[in-house]
């Protein structure tokens, strides 16, 4: 028998929707993603069409955007007769000081990084921001916290809204760090200024795990991250990372004993 479930990652700036089939034998498959901007006037209504064409039984939300936007996602999933889980446990201990401020998304992330290697590692999830987060795996896997930074769009619009003869750049591949033009040095700075903070922090909070964590990497900004390679050692790059936690969450409530490894 296969059932089908959704998660949505509701983001700074948009809703990334995936849907699963899930087998008798505990084998994943992604059937559906899409992602939509929700500053999109069309978002609603291909919000509508793509819960429409699945059959999905629940679905698990993180969010980190604004409430009200939060509601009126969740509306559209119920106008379908799909409940959305907002309240998983994400399966991971929150040891920071102030628990309650922590983005699910992170704590998501880290529950998928610890589905993958089951092992402590550093959590990167490059996007709107940047996060770089501690997971520890024993006694039992635990977010230790992390450090938050911007992401290399959102670099490039302060520099552009807050100074006033500076141009808007994007920064999709490739960069010299010797900018030639007032667009290529800003090019150069949102690029290698991104990479090396990213890079400082892995290295320091790696540190603070006693060394010998792996990374795991996910986020829209991620291939800034891989190509060329930044990191020294082996990183592992999953694009669905907030997904297969909410995902493993969900299946955590079905069978509390599962371990952890899900199997696509």
Excluded: Y
Aim: with cysteine.
């Amino acid at each position: 028998m296969t059932r089908q479930l959704c998660t949505l990652d509701l983001g700074n700036s948009a809703l990334k929707l995936r849907r699963w089939e899930l087998e008798g034998a505990g084998r994943l498959r992604l059937a559906s993603a899409a992602t939509l901007a929700h500053a999109d006037a069309r978002f609603e209504r291909e919000l509508r069409d793509w819960i429409a064409a699945g059959k999905a039984e629940c679905a698990a939300l993180a969010c980190v955007a604004a409430p009200g936007l939060e509601e009126r996602v969740v509306a559209e999933f119920a106008a379908a007769g799909i409940e959305v889980r907002r309240e998983l446990a994400p399966g991971v201990e929150n040891l920071t000081r102030t628990p309650d401020t922590v983005g699910r998304d992170r704590l998501f992330a880290a529950r998928g990084a610890w589905e993958l290697t089951g092992s402590s590692c550093v959590v990167i999830d490059a996007g709107t921001a940047v996060t770089v987060d501690a997971l520890a795996a024993a006694p039992a896997p635990c977010f230790l916290g992390g450090a938050i930074a911007p992401g290399p769009a959102l670099l490039a619009r302060s520099l552009h809204q807050f100074t006033a003869r500076l141009p808007l750049v994007r920064v999709d591949g490739a960069v010299s760090a010797l900018g030639v033009d007032t667009p290529s040095a800003l090019r150069s700075g949102v690029l290698h200024g991104f990479r090396g903070a990213v890079l400082e922090l892995s290295r320091r909070i790696a540190h603070a795990l006693g060394g010998d964590a792996s990374i795991v990497l996910s986020g829209g900004a991620a291939q800034l991250l891989l190509e060329p390679a930044l990191f020294p050692g082996e990183v592992r790059h999953e694009p669905e990372l907030v997904h297969l936690g909410l995902l493993a969450a969900l299946l955590d409530e079905a069978a509390p004993a599962r371990r952890h490894g899900l199997r696509r």
